[in-house]
């Protein structure tokens, strides 16, 4: 069974960054497709960003715009997202999520269901 731990959440002002990372263990990690999602409260889970199993292949949701960056060290199981300009919008809980063996077409990283194993999330507060 795979575990994922998110840490790096926080408080910060608009403008500010932050660097999350998730922690997997249970698994081979180097065959996971990764993924990163949020939620805000009242507001459905969405997809930021994704990472192909051997890192050379990203994806981003268009609100990112270059804020956010997705990247995974498979030699220490962890995969981080760098976020740049955060804003009072960016207020959410941020979970990863992983897809173990198997195709992964590109057009999945956005959708929750394609994912096996989510993590427990943290939370990124954003003042203005």
């Known amino acids: 069974q795979v575990q994922l731990v998110e840490s790096g959440g926080g408080l910060v002002q608009a403008g500010g960054s932050l660097r999350l990372s998730c922690l997997a263990s249970g698994g081979t990690f180097s065959s996971y497709a990764m993924g990163w999602f949020r939620q805000a409260p009242g507001k459905e889970r969405e997809f930021v960003v994704g990472?192909?199993?051997?890192?050379?292949?990203?994806y981003s949701a268009d609100f990112v715009k270059g804020r956010f960056t997705i990247s995974r060290d498979n030699a220490k199981n962890t995969v981080y997202l760098q976020m740049n300009s955060l804003q009072p919008e960016d207020t959410a809980v941020y979970y990863c999520?992983?897809?173990?063996?198997?195709?992964?077409?590109?057009?999945?990283?956005?959708?929750?269901?394609?994912?096996?194993?989510w993590g427990q999330g943290t939370q990124v507060t954003v003042s203005s």
């Open positions: 990472i192909s199993r051997s890192g050379i292949s990203t």
């Open positions: 999520a992983a897809r173990g063996g198997g195709v992964m077409a590109s057009s999945w990283y956005p959708q929750p269901n394609t994912y096996d194993y």
